[in-house]
């Protein structure tokens, strides 16, 4: 057992509901590309060149020496043989010992460098067979998903047969399976949550799930409290997931909605059916209309004023008592709003928009765009109704074929996380029947609670460095009674290159999460060398020590990603188990559509999504990564819709709480410093900017390391982050390793037993690294890439990542394959449990 040598009474549970990630493949699949024996021979030579090396420097010594026990043709073999490292050649008979014994050093090398290429050849032929047939048998429905190259890729997989037999491994070759490679060690090593090969599943805790645990009497372990009460622990978990896929949820993403929208807009006859509305970023005070982002004016003549009060959003232009041209007019001068808008924060966008123009009147426009709009809106449901390969590439392309007839395309972005691509998403849902014990799992709450506190530390801290860059903002402005409208001080945070809409408020929060960093690092440094270190409380409350900032609760409680390493349930059951605590993120991690909609138990989610705002208010002011795809989209107003505030000019749902910008006041909260913005007029208060659930993206991962080694961090029995190393390019030996490169095996091997690393580990380019190339936070490359140090395909992956970032972070693999407890007849898969820590009580 291991023991937090300064235990306090947790101030934390885990909540009764909690998601599953999982890989949708088998994690066995990886372990056919091994090349073990090419990785045993190569720690061989080594080992031989290290003697060789030994005797080489004998063999020096003895030339140096007045001693001439060679004669004199000897000598000469011998030092052309050391200068080249090659055994003696053209010498026979009896020799004095420093010559055999570099003779046979040297025969020794050139033996086991034979050999390595031989099991190199033959292993890699092997490894090379299973990537492709696994490649053929599973990539397939994977990569329908895929754009450009990808699809290129996707034909050659579904025009190979098993029959095919391996192409020389030429440089294309090569290439081709390395991508292959990471599409694979995609679905079988990550817990993606992306279509059946990263389905997800929820579980609940069930203290009927195990039975008990078995002490050295043989009773159920007698644990008592930090409260004094003592019960008895029962130990275990249920897990009998269901084969298959239970549900799907096949959509069309956000982009299709914005792009039709856009091509309809165009289209002038339909202007007469759509509802106009007042701009929601203005007002009318007395005959005037205020534009609050400029605080510029326009009259309003008394026609245009009754016009505007009719003017509702549901109404449409043909039933109004006034002319299209002077709807049009209205329009014109920015005081209406009369177009077709794309819902805010809506996964199904499309469909919404679809079901607008069946409420159209009857009519030949009305029948025009819903012979465009129905075929289209039916392809998901087809997509969702087949599985095989090409059916499902033929909607795909049928889907972006009709979209590219209307002149509907995506606006071309950045290789950001998480940006749909295709027209059709989809997600996946197994019945996994996961049910664990409350006081198993809250092991975490209890075991890792000065962790979560050093997180809501952060958050505490951060939220009052961005409150005040806020304040910095709105001092600079024209301030009457102590608020500017919400309009006008979004403006002016843009104009400050701060855009809080875009990445302005993360902005602010990454560079406070620095200091935070640089405070923390500071006291890790003295266990830089260790394998592992078990903090202290100290440790974990350095933020609350070492800087001065007002202390709140709401909003600040995480969700935390876990994963227990064990050989089997149970395992378990025995206590013989390891909790790591993966990642904490903000709870909008268990919003993301593409978890929420297969939530079992919504209410029970709710309810404790509730508990962790403590009765505090937050508001939507269009935040662009809210909703930018609708795998991602917040389901923020399904969870907490009594305390969630609208106040965006995007179009809301009209059973949401919606409160225009221009009624909207940016002020400051005189006790806390905090900006936050009510309701004008009646004061109430609508919710603060950085005590809301945008900055924790600014500190995450929430994650320390240190160059070039970060011992493994454990709070008690729970380890809260693995052990990394930091590896540069110019730690790499030069050479060329090209084509199949025994030279790449060796310099592979001797930089692993340098720095110590396990067989398998993570790699991703380093904070440093993505910030020289400018792909930090957005770039694709940013998500961690699982490798096998004892497999050759693998290794030519590393080599290049490291060549093209230049600087590595490299983390164990925690489980490893041996403690993956996850196991169905097609072999192990590894999973996390993403769960949400509420206050205790």
Known sequence: MFGFAERVPSAYRVAPIFLIRMAGVPFEILERLATPETISVAREVRARREELTKASAEAENFFRSPE?????????????????????????????????????AAANVSTVESNLHATLERELGVARAALLESARTLLPRHL?????????????????????????????????????????????????????????????????????????????????????????????????PRP????????????????????????????????????????????MFIFTESGDTTPLTSEEAGIIKRCDGKTPVHALPASPETIRALVGKKILRCTVEVPALEPHAFAILREDVEKWRDGNVRAKWLSILQPIAELPRKFAGTVEPKDRQGILDETRSRFQSLGAVRKPGDRFLYSAANPIGEECFRECNFRIDEDLINEVAVEAAPWIDFWRDSYAFIASRVAAGLRSVLEKMSIQNGTVPLPAFLRACEAAKLPLTGSGLVGLAVMAFQEVKTAFRERLLPHIGSEEYELSLDDCHVVRENFQYPKFDEYTYPSADLQIAAQSIDAVARGQYQWILAELHPPPALLHHCMYWACPDKAALNDALARTVAGRPSFHFGFFAADFTAHTAVRLFDALLELSNFVAPQRGNSNW???????????????????????????????????????????????????PHTPRLRCGRVIVQRRTWTVTREEFPAGDYTGVSRDLVLAMERLRTQKNWPRRVYIRPTEQALRRSGAEGRDKDTKPVFIDLESYLFLEIFQRWLMKSGELEVTEMLPDPDHLLWCEPDGRRTFELRTLIVPRG
């Open 68 to 104: 001439r026990l060679l004669s004199e043709q000897a000598f000469r073999a011998l030092r052309v043989a050391v200068r080249r490292r090659c055994a003696p050649a053209g010498m026979t008979g009896p020799q004095p010992r420093v010559f055999t014994n570099y003779a046979d």
């Open 144 to 240: 329908v998903f895929g754009v450009g190259g990808v699809r290129e890729l996707l034909a050659d997989l579904l025009a190979a047969s098993a029959s095919s037999g391996l192409t020389r491994r030429n440089a294309r070759a090569g290439d081709r399976e390395r991508h292959l490679l990471l599409y694979l060690q995609r679905i079988c090593a990550k817990n993606d949550t992306f279509s059946e090969f990263g389905p997800t599943g929820w579980g609940k805790i069930d203290n009927e799930a195990g039975g008990s645990r078995a002490t050295s009497t043989g009773k159920p372990e007698k644990v008592d409290e930090p409260g004094g009460e003592s019960i008895n622990h029962i130990w275990g978990m249920k897990l009998v």
């Open 244 to 287: 298959g896929v239970a549900l799907r949820e096949a959509f069309l993403e956000r982009w299709t909605a914005h792009a039709i929208a856009a091509v309809m807009n165009a289209d002038p006859e339909i202007f007469a059916e759509l509802s106009p509305r007042l701009d929601p970023n203005g007002r009318i005070d007395k005959q």
């Open 657 to 707: 709480r919606i409160v225009p910008p221009a009624e909207a006041e940016v002020y400051v909260d005189e006790t806390s410093g905090d900006v936050c913005v009510r309701k004008m007029g009646t004061r109430e208060s609508l919710g603060s900017f950085a005590r809301a659930w945008v900055i924790p993206l600014g500190f995450h991962p929430f994650q320390f390391g240190l160059a």
